[in-house]
T-cell receptor, first 112, second 111 residues
Framework: KAGVTQTPRYLIKTRGQQVTLSCSPI?????VSWYQQTPGQGLQFLFE???????NKGNFPGRFSGRQFSNSRSEMNVSTLELGDSALYLC???????????FGPGTRLLVL | DQQVKQNSPSLSVQEGRISILNCDYTNSMFDYFLWYKKYPAEGPTFLISISSIKDKNEDGRFTVFLNKSAKHLSLHIVPSQPGDSAVYFC??????????FGTGTRLKVLA
């Protein structure tokens, strides 16, 4: 089975712009979670989707949003980018409820 | 509030010796714990997990120990190999479809 894929792998934006990141989960996986990784902060949970419904959300401002499509693919959007949004954004999928998550390679976002 | 803590940012171990990575948590409601390994420019890779009803789980060279009374988790790698050099994250299932990760420990295995 193909693993979790994320596009693009690298992105450079300027402050105030918006960005959309994409994640394709492992075939058959219905749960998709998003995380932000910054140096010294570990992986911070953004949100989790299951069957197109957001089931949980982390402590991030409303500028961070996401959605999931009927084929389980997910997108994450960040509006009005700030310098502090520079990070590695990771997507993880799992077959169903609360099972082990499998991560994609991440999208590295740099905000100038 | 950091509910899952990895207090050692880095660890160096000689090849062939044991590596012990530690993780502490604060929420007694956590019921499932995982360890992930991460190489640069890659996403984290699942290593091993343990349910709160157990105190030990083994998979080859990797063993995870859970001490619920101390709210402490550890990963033992025996014997350590240079290819084990990576950043290791522990994670706890925080209920409601959410995992909480520690900040990671960078392991360096010296040949």
């Amino acid at each position: 089975k193909a693993g979790v894929t994320q596009t693009p792998r690298y992105l450079i934006k300027t402050r105030g712009q918006q960005v959309t990141l994409s994640c394709s989960p492992i075939s058959g996986h219905r749960s998709v979670s998003w995380y932000q990784q910054t140096p010294g902060q570990g992986l911070q949970f953004l949100f989790e989707y299951f069957s197109e419904t957001q089931r949980n959300k982390g402590n991030f401002p409303g500028r961070f949003s996401g959605r999931q499509f009927s084929n389980s693919r997910s997108e994450m959007n960040v509006s009005t980018l700030e310098l502090g949004d520079s990070a590695l954004y990771l997507c993880a999928s799992s077959p169903g409820d609360l099972e082990t998550q499998y991560f994609g390679p991440g999208t590295r976002l740099l905000v100038l | 509030d950091q509910q899952v803590k990895q207090n050692s940012p880095s660890l160096s171990v000689q090849e062939g010796r044991i590596s012990i990575l530690n993780c502490d948590y604060t929420n007694s409601m956590f019921d499932y714990f995982l360890w992930y390994k991460k190489y640069p420019a890659e996403g984290p890779t699942f290593l091993i997990s343990i349910s709160s009803i157990k105190d030990k789980n083994e998979d080859g060279r990797f063993t995870v120990f859970l001490n619920k009374s101390a709210k402490h988790l550890s990963l033992h790698i025996v014997p350590s190999q240079p290819g084990d050099s990576a950043v290791y994250f522990c994670a706890a299932r925080g209920g409601t479809y959410k995992y909480i990760f520690g900040t990671g420990t960078r392991l360096k295995v010296l040949a």
